[in-house]
Nanobody, 124 residues
Framework: QVQLVESGGGLVQTGDSLRLSCTAS????????MGWFRQVAGKEREFVAG????????DYRECVKGRFAIYRDNAKNTVYLQMNSLKPEETVAYCC?????????????????WGQGTQVTVSS
């Protein structure tokens, strides 16, 4: 069983930056691809960014390319999401997920473990 705990959310202004962290328990983190998703109220979770187990491959939702960066530190069992130039419409809860696949996955169904999420609020 893998447990994921996110942190780093908060209230920022438009254009500000924020870094989210997700720390995993267990010894399988280094072999899991990781993803960040965001949950808009009333809608399904949408893929934001993903990273392969060793961090060689990453992928992003089109609208965050160039502004967000995902990276990981396997020694710390932690994956990060650096978010720059934040927009008010990105005021949502962000959660991380772990997948047993060894490649970056975009589908929610590819992830077996999920964190509880951390709220990001971007004021205009």
């Amino acid at each position: 069983q893998v447990q994921l705990v996110e942190s780093g959310g908060g209230l920022v202004q438009t254009g500000d930056s924020l870094r989210l962290s997700c720390t995993a328990s267990g010894s399988t983190f280094a072999t899991a691809s990781m993803g960040w998703f965001r949950q808009v109220a009333g809608k399904e979770r949408e893929f934001v960014a993903g990273i392969s187990p060793r961090g060689v491959s990453t992928d992003y939702r089109e609208c965050v390319k160039g502004r967000f960066a995902i990276y990981r530190d396997n020694a710390k069992n932690t994956v990060y999401l650096q978010m720059n130039s934040l927009k008010p419409e990105e005021t949502v809860a962000y959660c991380c997920a772990a997948s047993n696949f060894r490649t970056v996955m975009k589908r929610r169904s590819s992830y077996e473990y999920w964190g509880q999420g951390t709220q990001v609020t971007v004021s205009s």
